[in-house]
C-alpha cells in the first residue's frame, strides 16, 4: 500500500490493548474513510485557491509588472508583502469568529472576496490601486488558515490530526507547483493582467461548491449514521479530559508555549514566504531562463516538498510526535539554504538541487506544527490561538518578502536574501528545539 493510500486510510491500534480508550478511538476511526474522501478534497481545494491567488504575484514580478507600472525593485518587494499585512491583522478575530460561530459562512464570503481582488489585481493602473489590492486580499483571506485548521479539528481525531494538517498546507506546494508552469504560460500567451484574472475567478466559482458541501460539525451532516457520529463525538470530547484548564484568550494568548509557538511561526514563515515569493526572481537571474522555463524550474522544489509533508505526517501520526518532527527540518532547511549561497549561480545545478532540499524540508513540518496546538489546549481557546500563531507567521511572511525582495533588488543577485532567509530559519529551529511541550 502506497504512502498516500495510507494518508488517506487512518491507522487502527493492532497492538492488542483492551482499553476503553483504545476500543472508542478504533470505533471512531473505523468510518475514517468516509469522512477523508468528503472533506479532504474540499479542504484541499478551498486553500489551494487561497495560495494561488496570494503567490502569483511573483510571476507577474518576474514577467515586468514593475516596467509596465513604473515600479522600482524596492517598492516591488514592499507591495508584494502588503497582503501579509492585511493577513497579520485579521487573523485572530477571524479565527474566533469561526470558533463561536460558523467555519461555513466565513470561508464562503473570504472566497468570493478574494476571488473578486484577485481579478482587480489584473486591472489596476497605478501603485497606489495595486497596494490598497494587495493589503484588501490579506484582510479577506486571513482567515481561512485558523478557520480551516478549526474545521479540522471539529472532524479528526489526535490520531488523525497531523495528516488532516498535512492536506490542507498541501493546499500550498501543490498549488505553487502547477501555478508556476500554468501562470508561466500564461503570461507567454497574454500577459500578467490576464493571469490574474484568469487564476482570480476559480475561487468565487468554488465558494458555492464549499457552501453546497461544508458543514461546521459531524452532526450536521447525512452521510454519517447516527453512530458514526456519536463515536466520533465521544472520541473528540475523551480527548479533552485532562487537559489544563484555560479559562480564556487572554489566559491562552499569554502562556509561554504559545508565546514561543508563534516566535518559531514568524521566523520560520520568513524562509518559506521568501522562498515562495521570490523564487521565480531567484531562479531567472540565476539561470537567464525564459519565463516558461523559470515556471517549470520553479515546480519542481514543490513536488518534492509535496512527498515530504505526506511521509512526515504520516510518522507523526504513527509515533503520536510533534515536535522531533519540526526543528530537524528547519534546521535542514536552513543548512541548505546556506550551502546553496556558497555554491553560487556558477554552480547553478548543484545550488538548485540545495534550494529544492531547502523547499521539502521547510514545508515538511507543517502537519504535526499545527497538530501540536489542539494537543496542548482545551477546544474552548484553540481557534483564537492558532489565529494568534497564524498571526505572528503572517507578520514574519510580511517581514521575509518584502526583505528579501529588497535584498534582491538592491544587490542585483540572491546571496544576501539567502543569508537572511538562513538565519530566520535557523532561528525558528534552535527556538522550537528549546520548546518544552506538556500534553
Not at 24 to 46: C, D, H, M, N, V
Not at 162 to 189: C, D, E, K, Q
Not at 225 to 235: F, P, S, V
Not at 329 to 353: I, P
Request: some cysteine; aromatic content about 14%.
Amino acid at each position: 500500500m502506497s504512502i498516500l493510500k495510507e494518508q488517506l486510510l487512518p491507522l487502527v491500534d493492532i497492538d492488542g490493548q483492551s482499553t476503553n480508550d483504545t476500543r472508542q478511538r478504533s470505533k471512531a476511526e473505523g468510518f475514517a474513510p468516509k469522512r477523508w474522501l468528503y472533506l479532504i478534497p474540499l479542504i484541499f481545494i478551498t486553500y489551494s485557491l487561497a495560495y494561488l491567488d496570494r503567490a502569483n504575484y511573483g510571476f507577474a514580478s518576474a514577467a515586468g509588472i514593475e516596467q509596465d507600472l513604473g515600479i522600482t525593485k524596492s517598492m516591488s518587494s514592499l507591495i508584494g508583502a502588503l497582503f501579509f499585512l492585511g493577513y497579520f491583522f485579521f487573523q485572530v478575530p477571524g479565527a474566533i469568529y469561526a470558533q463561536k460561530y460558523s467555519v461555513r459562512k466565513l470561508v464562503f464570503w473570504s472566497l468570493i472576496l478574494w476571488g473578486f481582488c484577485a481579478m482587480a489585481t489584473g486591472l489596476v493602473t497605478n501603485i497606489p490601486m495595486l497596494m490598497v489590492i494587495r493589503v484588501s486580499l490579506g484582510i479577506v483571506e486571513a482567515a481561512v488558515m485558523p478557520a480551516m485548521l478549526i474545521f479540522i479539528s471539529n472532524w479528526f481525531t489526535r490520531k488523525e490530526r497531523s495528516r488532516a494538517n498535512t492536506f490542507l498546507v498541501l493546499g500550498n506546494p501543490v498549488t505553487v507547483l502547477w501555478m508556476s508552469v500554468v501562470s508561466g504560460y500564461l503570461i507567454h500567451a497574454w500577459g500578467w493582467r490576464e493571469m490574474f484574472v484568469i487564476e482570480g475567478a476559480p475561487a468565487v466559482l468554488w465558494a458555492f461548491v464549499w457552501w453546497r458541501l461544508a458543514r461546521d460539525k459531524p452532526e450536521q451532516v447525512d452521510w454519517l449514521t447516527q453512530q458514526e457520529k456519536n463515536q466520533l463525538a465521544a472520541t473528540l470530547a475523551d480527548e479533552q479530559k485532562g487537559m489544563k484548564v484555560v479559562r480564556n484568550y487572554r489566559q491562552a494568548f499569554t502562556s509561554p508555549v504559545v508565546i514561543q509557538l508563534c516566535c518559531v511561526h514568524a521566523l520560520w514563515s520568513i524562509g518559506v514566504y521568501g522562498f515562495i515569493m521570490w523564487l521565480p526572481t531567484i531562479i531567472k537571474q540565476a539561470a537567464a531562463a525564459d519565463i516558461v522555463t523559470v515556471g517549470w524550474l520553479s515546480a519542481v522544489p514543490y513536488v518534492a516538498a509535496v512527498a515530504a509533508m505526506l511521509a512526515v505526517s504520516w510518522v507523526s501520526d504513527k509515533s503520536q510526535q510533534r515536535k522531533h518532527f519540526v526543528w530537524p527540518l528547519l534546521a535542514l532547511g536552513a543548512l541548505a539554504f546556506f550551502c546553496s549561497y556558497l555554491l553560487g549561480s556558477s554552480h547553478f545545478w548543484l545550488s538548485f538541487a540545495l534550494l529544492t532540499i531547502a523547499g521539502a524540508a521547510l514545508y515538511a513540518p507543517y502537519g504535526p506544527f499545527f497538530a501540536l496546538v489542539p494537543d496542548i489546549l482545551p477546544s474552548n481557546v484553540f481557534g483564537g490561538a492558532i489565529g494568534l500563531i497564524n498571526a505572528c507567521g503572517a507578520l514574519g511572511a510580511f517581514i521575509g518578502s518584502w526583505i528579501v525582495g529588497y535584498l534582491i533588488g538592491l544587490t542585483g543577485n540572491p546571496g544576501a536574501a539567502y543569508i537572511f532567509m538562513t538565519a530566520g530559519v535557523l532561528s525558528s529551529a534552535l527556538l522550537m528545539a528549546w520548546v518544552k511541550v506538556r500534553k
